[in-house]
């Protein structure tokens, strides 16, 4: 489709008067009308309602203005990331990621983004919380994926808000409290509670012993674990019952239900941080697909 006349189109919607959308173009009046009755024509439906006094979006028009504003989009991005291709042969981006909240949109995410950018080689590391928190004091990655807690205090680096999980029960499809209309928390108590070891999860376990308190109950025996997937692995082996954040249903074991926790006010937020003075010209790239995809 004809960029330029995409251009004129989006001109004349800005204004909706003809001739100062000419103007921009520097062109007269009968000429930009004639290309915006050749774009009318190519795409077989009315554009604008033209009269004496007025000019107005035809519905057409108004679906049509936002298609227009995203090829010229599309089309500026292919151009930039082809001249870019020619002038950056080899970049590295370095992502620190923590691995358990992330692990439902990360790995999709840095696929498409390497297929945008075959030209940039990704460094992937996964550490705990605790191991981020530690890292960033004197930071060496271009990104950081991690507890938003830990990384909106580091002044040397820009943060943002990804998301908010809640939590949830985490039980085997087989297990009793499933059966009942509502969850005893008195039961639950007394069954083993499988975490994350204080020493990788020091933040998530204080958020789950908080959720405990506010459901008034609390567990008797805690078994502790270095991975959220050996937690998972052993609620499925029916060791114990766990408290996860809701995402974790998202791949977790076809065996096990992830039971929300109604009423709940407490939350997990994770965010991203990077230095705003980097001049790697893949933070922004990388924050830009971020941005494309809903995620800011």
């Not at 000429?31 to 057409?60: C, H, W, Y």
């Not at 958020?207 to 674990?225: G, M, V």
Request: aromatic letters at 10%; a negative charge.
């Amino acid at each position: 489709m004809d960029e330029v006349k995409l251009k004129y189109f989006i001109s004349v919607a800005k204004y909706l008067n003809f001739t100062e959308a000419a103007k921009d173009h520097y062109m007269t009046q009968p000429a930009i009308s004639r290309q915006i009755s050749e774009l009318e024509r190519d795409l077989g439906t009315k554009l604008f309602n033209r009269s004496t006094r007025s000019v107005t979006l035809t519905k057409s028009g108004e679906l049509f203005l936002e298609d227009a504003k995203r090829i010229l989009s599309l089309a500026e991005n292919a151009r930039e990331r082809v001249f870019l291709a020619d002038t950056h042969e080899s970049l590295e981006l370095r992502i620190i990621y923590l691995a358990s909240p992330t692990k439902a949109f990360l790995p999709d995410l840095i696929m498409q983004f390497h297929t945008q950018y075959p030209q940039v080689s990704i460094e992937l590391h996964s550490m705990t919380a605790h191991e981020i928190a530690e890292e960033i004091k004197s930071p060496s990655a271009d990104i950081y994926i991690s507890i938003s807690d830990d990384l909106a205090k580091q002044r040397q680096l820009t943060y943002r808000k990804l998301f908010t999980d809640t939590f949830c029960f985490v039980v085997r499809n087989d297990h009793p409290c499933l059966k009942g209309a509502s969850i005893d928390f008195e039961k639950i108590a007394s069954e083993p509670f499988l975490m994350m070891s204080p020493q990788t999860a020091t933040y998530m376990n204080r958020q789950i012993l908080k959720i405990t308190r506010e459901l008034d109950f609390t567990p008797h025996f805690i078994k502790y674990y270095d991975s959220m997937d050996d937690v998972l692995f052993a609620t499925q082996a029916g060791l114990g019952i766990a408290i996860l954040p809701y995402k974790t249903r998202l791949f977790a074991p076809a065996a096990l239900s992830c039971l929300p926790i109604n009423h709940q006010t407490i939350g997990s937020t994770i965010g991203i941080a990077w230095n705003m003075e980097t001049d790697n010209i893949a933070v922004s790239w990388f924050l830009d697909h971020l941005e494309q995809n809903g995620k800011f």
